[in-house]
């Protein structure tokens, strides 16, 4: 059994405090998975699916702000666009937002493979 973890006040001086040690464990496991929404919204008459399937947090401190990444597809998967949209979550962006949203949204990257750090510098050795 693992002994019980000090409070953050309770850290050594000049050391970071992990941030698991900061998280409430109720607000973690209350926070609804911005995953599992989905919308749906018609442009130019073709139906497009939309789902966050990402989240980035931007900025600093009490200036932090909450990203998701939007995924647009249409039926079958084809045509996938993406594009970040300031939000906590799907359900928070409006229809006007969303029509916006998309009509700045990029192709799709594929993400199935990772990347190397610093790839595309790799070939620019002994230059």
Do not use: N, Y
């Amino acid at each position: 059994m693992k002994p019980p973890k000090p409070p953050p006040s309770a850290a050594r001086p000049g050391k970071p405090i992990p941030v698991r040690d900061l998280q409430d464990a109720s607000e973690a496991a209350t926070e609804p998975d911005a995953k599992l929404e989905e919308v749906s919204i018609t442009v130019d008459d073709t139906h497009w699916s939309v789902v966050a399937e990402g989240e980035s947090f931007v900025g600093g401190g009490e200036g932090t702000v909450r990203m998701l990444l939007l995924c647009f597809a249409r039926d079958g998967g084809e045509d996938a666009r993406e594009a970040w949209v300031v939000a906590e979550r799907l359900s928070d962006v409006s229809g006007d937002r969303l029509d916006d949203a998309f009509r700045g949204a990029t192709a799709r990257l594929d993400r199935r493979e990772p990347q190397g750090f610093f790839e595309e510098l790799s070939g620019r050795r002994g230059r």
